[in-house]
């Protein structure tokens, strides 16, 4: 397992932008598929976004296609997600998350050797 730290979160109004971080400890980073997950009150944690380990594959969940962007720079351990146009139903607690498998991160889950950062709380307001 890889220790992640995320960061970014905060309030914004509707229509705005927020870039989320995660920072990943040790040397292994690169061979680590990463994503970012939500879970609204209420709801079950789901997958935002995805990416492989060079970042040349990813993926997004419906409700956030063309507003969100994940990438990744292997030389500084860290995940990034860019969220634009940002609405009230995204508010959430944020996670990213690392495992070795794209397919099973993609898929919304993690396998026993996966890793959850501690979350941000992003709020968009109405």
């Known amino acids: 397992q890889v220790p992640l730290v995320d960061s970014g979160g905060g309030l914004v109004q509707a229509g705005g932008s927020l870039r989320l971080s995660c920072v990943a400890s040790?040397?292994?980073?690169?061979?680590?598929?990463m994503g970012w997950f939500r879970q609204a009150p209420g709801k079950e944690r789901a997958i935002v976004a995805a990416?492989?380990?060079?970042?040349?594959?990813?993926y997004y969940a419906d409700s956030v296609k063309g507003r969100f962007t994940i990438s990744r720079d292997n030389a500084k351990n860290t995940v990034y997600l860019q969220m634009n146009s940002l609405k009230a139903e995204d508010t959430a607690v944020y996670y990213c998350?690392?495992?070795?498998?794209?397919?099973?991160?993609?898929?919304?889950?993690?396998?026993?050797?996966?890793?959850w950062g501690q979350g941000t709380q992003v709020t968009v307001s109405s």
């Open positions: 998350a690392a495992d070795r498998s794209f397919v099973t991160v993609r898929s919304g889950g993690l396998s026993g050797n996966g890793s």
């Open positions: 040790g040397r292994t980073f690169s061979s680590y598929a």
């Open positions: 990416i492989n380990w060079s970042g040349g594959n990813t």
